[in-house]
């Protein structure tokens, strides 16, 4: 990684000068920009892209405004070339080696220094470097990057593969995408997806910069501890890639001075590019402490240090964090059970994973800062989750993710960067995947947050589901090409790079049983194997007998759109209708906005205001009504089925719903807006995944309560119901279960009633009238987890449901914010919204059953209680009928 430095800097060891020294001069700032023709010339900001230059150039506007990813597709269809000029001193030149060093190229380009080619570029996913120094001269020393449009590239590189068809050509229409991404290595969803505009980057994304060395130069350090069971022992394996100028004979010490582990190696570094590996034992591996996902302990580092010597001369120092945790994915038979479990298990404990999944957080990634990454990953925390994936449609994450990842407790499923398509296996394309593994591999692996590797996303069920209609005689050769790309090449790589996480070929997967049947599996969706992945928009959300008992749930969802807030700044008024071009451009799903009034309207009756914008507005919140109820209906089955087998399916251990975060400003999966604003589904998450959870369904007209628990400890609880009548504030009837043990890790049923004999219990209550909810209890009353709540009807039905007039109160005190709620009555899915106010309340889309309720609102911006009074709406349900 190239420090954004500006000047030379002696980076090692000023002590030693004149033995060995390093220099680097950072290549990062101001470039100049230039299209094919010449038309366009531009200073560009570098690490950044075509299009980020170009708008802060004033040469376009905003790309996301209205169909802005429409009007500037040209951007993509040129070349462009960065140019910069720069001096080296006398000192650089005179050093042994001197490397120019890309940490990422996007994508295709041709590399010249003083006019001469120094090298190629073809992979986003991969850091380059080539070797300058015969090429360096006093005075001005020009440097251009020549980068090909992607989408021609793309296109040529497709008609090169003439022999057979590698699908899908193009994405559908509603994406208004480019055609052949996957024969680029690049990110995959820049040429659009479902739920992202079509911005083909081109640029310079990532460092530039010169490293000059006359001994070694430390190109990466890993370092990853490994637990032996038997013997109870830590070590670590510390590995250094170094760039030697000629073979040299030297001693490597490595330490973990709080654990009083320290040891000396002899060593030999070869000329070139080579790896050293050592294995430090750590003497008190008693005394380790332990890292933990979120919600299951702490995340403490160690401190490693490294440092290599030449004949008593230090040569190389570095220093880096070491966290100890072990991970095993478990796929074992099940005792009476058709198919193999699947779970992880950290530091030898089954952990279920709570979470979501990782798409990029902008097209332009220069444009993700560290604060936007913090925000999104404190946010996931926020909600009780403790595990991400990483999906492959995207990017391999830049640092700093992982390092929030490990300092949050946050596990990562890491896939590899291929999604929802075949890929060639040309021997360059194989052989640029391999670098980019590697590269990838070494730089990750010493996260402890990165908890898993997966080959690709879908792409097993792609072929054996045959999404595109490839003939059966043609079938081999796409496993052939299957196989030889995410087994033979990345699964070895893999397993050669790292011998401490399980690796899976693809995601969803029988894993195992995917082996076994010849990698692909016959249904890579079997409930009895692996991960799933499960999307129904027509079938009743609210009826969990549609969910598949999975063993493990690594995506499902449903669409909503962004508030209004968030929608308002790249569109204009005739934009705000449900029926707009604007909203149908917007959408990227075939017949998206359709589905979500269609889901929404099986259990709410749809906005039908006279007043336009208002009922834009009230559609806005409906969706994201009918996808949090819907998300959380999944998410508390699969919660409450991790300790149990039906029908040979269940032991559920992980629920990460699709997806967290947006690229736009655009209808989607996702439980955060672009711009970090909580959807309500973000804040339904809080309460579905909470450590202890109670979980209420019915089966055949019996209710049943469950309480879920990931605590380690056991304990004791009962249930506590509370029915509502719609049409009043005061609780019909309270009813409490007998207390019951329910173990650290579990799921248990602990009350069960039919209906009708619950109801004929309280009052005059029918299922249309009343509604109810309740919540876990210890012995001595004192609650555990959050209040849950449950309809015994469609709210559509309710009878005597009011419009609550509800009434609110800001306020300001030492902790923070506050909004006081006064309500008339029972109101659900009360709604607060300060617009573009950043930040997020404590509770949001309750079920109000109280007169007044108050919440807090940590603002991530100052505000005041003036603007937020100003800015404060207040919606529920019987509003926007
Ligand atoms: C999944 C993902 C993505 C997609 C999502 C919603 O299958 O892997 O490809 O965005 O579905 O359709």
Redesign the pocket.
């Known amino acids: 990684m190239i420090p954004p430095v500006d000047s030379f800097v002696c980076v090692l060891l000023c002590l030693f000068y004149g033995v060995s020294s390093e220099e680097l001069l950072s290549l990062n700032g101001k470039w100049r920009l230039l299209n094919s023709n010449g038309s366009v010339s531009l200073p560009a900001q570098v690490p950044g892209c075509v299009h980020s230059a170009l708008q802060q150039q004033g040469v376009i506007l905003d790309p996301y405004f209205r169909f802005n990813d429409a009007s500037y597709r040209w951007i993509a269809l040129d070349n462009w070339t960065y140019t910069t000029t720069f001096t080296v001193s006398a000192e650089l030149r005179v050093t042994q080696q001197v490397r120019l060093v890309f940490d990422g190229v996007d994508t295709v380009a041709s590399v010249s220094l003083n006019g001469i080619v120094v090298g190629e570029t073809d992979n986003m996913f991969r850091r380059y470097d080539f070797s300058v120094r015969h090429l360096l001269k006093d005075g001005d020393n020009v440097l251009n990057v020549a980068l090909l449009s992607p989408l021609l590239y793309a296109t040529e590189r497709r008609r090169a593969h003439s022999s057979y068809r590698v699908p899908p050509e193009c994405p559908p229409d509603v994406q208004k995408g480019e055609c052949h991404v996957n024969f680029i290595r690049k990110e995959q969803s820049s040429f659009s997806?479902?739920?992202g505009p079509s911005f083909p980057t081109l640029g310079l994304w990532k460092g530039v910069g010169l490293e000059a060395f006359d001994a070694l130069r430390l190109v990466q350090v890993s370092s990853v501890p490994l637990y032996n069971l038997s013997s109870s022992q830590w070590t670590v394996r510390v590995e250094l890639l170094v760039d030697a100028v000629q073979t040299t004979d030297g001693r490597v010490t490595l330490s973990v001075p709080e654990l009083d582990s320290e040891q000396t190696f002899l060593t030999r570094f070869q000329p070139g590019k080579n790896k050293n590996s050592f294995t430090l034992l750590i003497s008190t591996s008693s005394r380790v402490k332990l890292w933990w996902p979120s919600g299951h302990g702490d995340q403490p580092s160690y401190h490693l240090t490294v440092r290599g010597f030449q004949d008593r001369v230090l040569v190389l120092s570095t220093e880096s964090k070491v966290y100890f945790r072990s991970v095993e994915l478990v796929q074992e038979p099940l005792p009476g059970s058709p198919g193999l479990s699947f779970y992880f298990r950290i530091n030898g404990k089954p952990i279920f994973l709570k979470g979501s999944n990782w798409i990029p957080a902008h097209s332009f990634q220069d444009r993700v800062t560290p604060a936007v990454l913090r925000n999104l990953l404190q946010s996931a925390v926020d909600v009780n989750m403790n595990a991400l994936r990483v999906?492959g449609?995207g990017v391999y994450e830049q640092d700093l993710f992982y390092d929030i990842c490990d300092e949050m407790g946050i596990m990562v499923w890491q896939d590899f960067m291929f999604?929802?398509a075949m890929y060639p296996t040309e021997d360059d394309f194989i052989q640029t995947v391999r670098e980019e593994v590697v590269q990838q591999v070494q730089r990750l692996k010493s996260h402890p947050s990165v908890i898993i590797w997966s080959g690709n996303?879908?792409n097993e069920a792609a072929l054996a589901t045959d999404w595109f209609d490839i003939p059966s005689s043609q079938r081999p050769t796409y496993v052939k090409d299957y196989v030889t790309l995410y087994v033979n090449n990345i699964r070895k790589i893999v397993q050669e790079e790292d011998h401490s996480r399980p690796f899976l070929v693809s995601s969803p997967t029988n894993g195992a049983e995917s082996e076994q049947e010849g990698w692909v599996a016959a249904n890579p969706y079997d409930p009895h194997y692996g991960d799933t992945?499960f999307?129904s928009y027509t079938l009743d959300c609210w009826d969990w007998r549609t969910f598949p008992r999975t063993r493990f749930a690594s995506?499902y969802?449903f669409q909503s759109w962004p508030s209004f807030s968030t929608l308002q700044p790249v569109s204009i008024p005739e934009d705000w209708s449900y029926d707009s071009n604007f909203t149908s451009h917007r959408q990227h799903?075939a017949d998206g906005n359709q589905q979500m009034l269609l889901q929404a309207g099986l259990h709410f009756n749809l906005p039908n205001s006279t007043d336009p914008l208002k009922r834009f507005t009230d559609t806005l919140y409906i969706t994201q009504v009918m996808q949090a109820q819907c998300v959380k209906a999944q998410t508390e089955f699969y919660r409450r089925s991790r300790s149990e087998i039906i029908e040979g399916k269940g032991q559920t251990m992980g629920a990460l719903y699709?997806?967290l975060n947006d690229i736009w400003q655009a209808p989607s999966?996702s439980s955060i807006e672009f711009g970090g604003k909580w959807k309500m589904l973000h804040y339904f998450a809080q309460s579905f995944f909470a450590a202890v959870l109670p979980v209420g369904f019915e089966d055949d007209d019996t209710l049943l309560i469950y309480a879920v628990s990931d605590l380690s400890r056991d304990l004791k609880l009962r249930a506590v119901l509370t029915v509502y009548s719609w049409t009043d504030l005061d609780p019909v009837c309270t009813l409490r279960s007998d207390l019951q043990p329910v173990t650290g890790g579990s799921a248990v049923a602990i009350y069960k009633q039919p209906v009708a004999a619950l109801l004929a219990g309280c009052g005059h209550c029918t299922r249309l009238t009343c509604v109810l909810t309740f919540r876990l209890e210890e012995e001595g009353g004192s609650q555990q987890g959050p209040t849950n709540h449950h309809f015994l009807c469609s709210p559509r039905d309710a009878r005597g449901l009011q419009t609550p007039n509800i009434t609110a109160k800001v306020q300001e005190d030492p902790t923070g914010f506050s909004v006081t709620l006064h309500s008339a009555s029972v109101a659900p899915f009360v709604w607060l919204d300060v617009g573009d106010i950043a930040g997020c309340f404590s509770s949001n889309g309750f079920l109000m059953v109280s007169e007044n309720r108050t919440v807090s609102f940590n603002a991530w911006r100052p505000t005041s209680v003036a603007e937020l009074s100003a800015s404060l709406t207040v919606t529920s349900l019987r509003d926007v009928y």
Request: hydrophobic share 35%; net charge negative; glycine share 12%.
């Open positions: 997806w479902d739920w999906w449609g999604a929802c996303n879908e992945h999307y995506e969802g799903h699709w997806q999966w």
